[in-house]
């Protein structure tokens, strides 16, 4: 089991270029998350799914737009980069406990 | 709301040194509690759990105890290593939604 996966792993990106990040999961779990991690903020969330065909924002979604049309994928966007995204962002997914299962990461840049 | 507060670090110990790592937590009802552990360059990995009061959640010489009355869950390990150098989450979770909220991370580093 691969468990959670993100591509690309990096990315850097010109201020007003767009791009998708992609997650997948094969643990088979409704819940799913994007979060974004900045030095001495802590992770925020973006955006969550409580399943296929659903999603909400979180506290930071100004700016990205995600969709969810597998349950297996979450997908979160970035129409019009600006420099202020620059950051590490996190997919995750919720097991049985309340737990959560991170990616490895993707680490994007914009100048 | 609910909120985690963890303690600053960096916290700097010798190898084989006693390690506690504070957290206290403000929530409403009953939520499960976690440690995560994040390495250089790696995503989050859950490094334990504990879903009720009392409870104590262990993995890897790590543990840590649900404690109510405190509204605490300290991370202790009784003989830290230099592998263990990463940064520390501290997250609580009650919601039906499933939404984490993380303390600010402590960094741990452990010298030879």
């Known amino acids: 089991n691969a468990g959670v996966t993100q591509t690309p792993k990096f990315r850097v990106l010109k201020t007003g270029q767009s791009m998708t990040l992609l997650c997948a999961q094969d643990?088979?779990?409704?819940?799913m998350y994007w979060y974004r991690q900045d030095p001495g903020m802590g992770l925020r969330l973006i955006h969550y799914?409580?399943?296929?065909?659903?999603?909400a924002k979180g506290e930071v979604p100004d700016g990205y737009n995600v969709s969810r049309l597998k349950k297996q994928n979450f997908l979160l966007g970035l129409e019009s980069a600006a420099p202020s995204q620059t950051s590490v962002y996190f997919c995750?997914?919720?097991?049985?406990?309340?737990?959560?299962?991170f990616g490895p990461g993707t680490r994007l840049t914009v100048t | 709301g609910n909120s985690v507060t963890q303690m600053e670090g960096p916290v700097t110990l010798s190898e084989e040194a006693f390690l506690t790592i504070n957290c206290t937590y403000t929530?409403?009802?009953?939520?499960?509690l976690f440690w995560y552990v994040q390495y250089p360059g790696e995503g989050l990995q859950l490094l334990l759990k504990?879903?009720?009061?009392?409870d104590k959640g262990s993995n890897k010489g790590f543990e840590a105890t649900y404690r109510k009355e405190t509204t605490s869950f300290h991370l202790e390990k009784g003989s830290v290593q230099v592998s263990d150098s990463a940064v520390y989450f501290c997250?609580?979770?009650?919601?039906?939604?499933?939404?984490?909220?993380f303390g600010q991370g402590t960094t741990l580093q452990v010298k030879p």
């Open positions: 929530a409403t009802g009953y939520p499960s």
């Open positions: 997250a609580l979770s009650g919601s039906n939604t499933g939404k984490l909220i």
């Open positions: 995750a997914t919720k097991g049985q406990y309340y737990e959560q299962y």
């Open positions: 504990a879903t009720k009061a009392d």
């Open positions: 643990m088979n779990h409704e819940y």
């Open positions: 799914s409580v399943g296929e065909g659903t999603t």
